[in-house]
């Protein structure tokens, strides 16, 4: 196999016959084999009628084995690129023709050639002597009795692929998959017709005539009972309630029957406090841009030991909190989302965290009374179970649509953030 450094082209020839390789047998005289070489540079132009540097390797055992001859030579080309030399005529770097035991062969021709006449050389080639004449064999064997077989070559370059064969036959029917999960649920029908009318009774006072249904009793004593500071009197249906007078709190300005809130909340005023009610609490809302769910490198499973036992893989469904206390004692500090929220001080308010998964969705079905991006966002909740997915964490759809959903998405992922914190 030849490379080529420059893509010059090169033609070996081991001529075998009487009158390009000559054996002398004559002791004073060394054994000479020809080569011949077309030299090209790199432009595929053909080198002619120019002086070229070589150097000839005889190499043992493979193409990359030691060489056991070298020499160099300094030759011309004629006008068709065409070189001639003699291996074993040129100058000795290393060894003599003569010392070159045949039988131990394989042996590898290696040429390195420099087409300016130096010996920079910039083309190389190797190839396997394939034959050896007989008279150089026989002078270094001392016997006519053919030696062991040398081993196998280098396997060949791997074929073309050959063309695709026909189609085989279908094969059999596979099994039916897995029933598939229940679809949602339709839309509401349209209203049915009206029933008939029913039959009433009359109870004590009233009085039913045809479609007519009267007080036999009119203007009854009647008791009002209940809580509060408002108390009521008088009779059916004439009624005094009597409501003491009221006292204007902060923010509040009283003005006839008036009641005015002086301080309104408005929603979507992300100056103001945002908040939305989860279990009976106000739930503060701040959104602070986009993060990981966990710091890049960072490594391990989060163990949720702050919470319920069965939750110990997965984090508290209900408490973010709790959620962003073990994630914040495992990874440490970092640029990632439950160290931002834990680390968050905004209208002089510390105690932010990184919501769960049932605050989210508590955030999602009040989405009207809120100015937050629509997008997913990080909940605390991960999915670390040996089982399931230890590098995911749950990501919830704040789009708009009442039960958006929510996925399982890549811890190192991008996603936005918003803290929480409870009044």
Excluded at 31 to 56: C, F, H, P, W
């Amino acid at each position: 196999m030849f490379t080529n450094k420059k893509k010059i082209a090169t033609v070996l020839f081991i001529c075998l016959t009487h009158l390009s390789f000559c054996i002398y047998t004559m002791a004073q005289t060394p054994e000479k084999m020809s080569y011949q070489a077309v030299i090209r540079d790199g432009s595929n132009t053909l080198v002619v009628n120019q002086q070229v540097g070589m150097q000839i390797s005889i190499l043992q055992g493979s193409a990359n084995g030691t060489a056991v001859f070298t020499e160099t030579h300094n030759a011309p080309t004629n006008a068709n690129g065409l070189v001639s030399i003699e291996v074993g005529g040129g100058t000795a770097v290393l060894g003599s023709i003569n010392g070159v035991n045949w039988a131990n062969g394989p042996y590898f021709i290696k040429t390195e050639t420099d087409p300016t006449g130096g010996s920079n050389y910039t083309i190389t080639g190797t190839s396997q002597l394939l034959s050896v004449p007989y008279a150089m064999y026989a002078a270094a064997s001392g016997s006519s009795i053919p030696g062991p077989q040398g081993p196998a070559g280098a396997t060949g370059a791997t074929g073309p692929q050959g063309p695709a064969g026909n189609d085989g036959a279908t094969g059999p029917q596979g099994p039916a998959g897995a029933t598939g999960p229940q679809g949602i649920t339709g839309a509401t029908g349209p209203q049915g017709p009206q029933g008939p009318a029913g039959s009433y009774s009359a109870g004590t006072g009233i009085s039913i005539n045809n479609n007519i249904i009267s007080n036999t009793q009119p203007d009854q004593t009647v008791s009002i009972n209940g809580t509060g500071i408002s108390t009521a009197s008088g009779t059916y249906p004439n009624f005094t309630i009597n409501t003491p007078a009221y006292t204007a709190g902060n923010g509040i300005e009283l003005n006839g029957q008036s009641i005015i809130n002086t301080m309104p909340f408005t929603f979507g005023d992300t100056t103001q406090p945002q908040f939305v009610f989860h279990r009976g609490k106000k739930l503060f809302v701040k959104y602070i841009g986009v993060k990981s769910w966990r710091p890049v490198g960072g490594t391990g499973q989060v163990s949720f030991v702050s919470c319920l036992p069965s939750e110990i893989y997965t984090g508290s469904y209900t408490d973010g909190s709790l959620n962003t206390i073990d994630i914040v004692n495992h990874y440490g500090p970092g640029s990632y989302a439950a160290f931002a929220c834990d680390t968050l001080n905004f209208q002089g308010s510390s105690n932010w965290y990184l919501p769960s998964l049932s605050e989210m969705i508590a955030v999602e079905r009040q989405l009207d009374i809120l100015s937050i991006q629509l997008d997913e966002y990080w909940a605390t909740s991960s999915w670390t179970s040996n089982t399931g997915n230890a590098s995911e964490a749950f990501r919830v759809a704040i789009n708009g649509n009442i039960g958006g959903g929510y996925v399982l998405a890549g811890q190192q992922g991008i996603s936005n953030i918003f803290c929480v914190r409870k009044n």
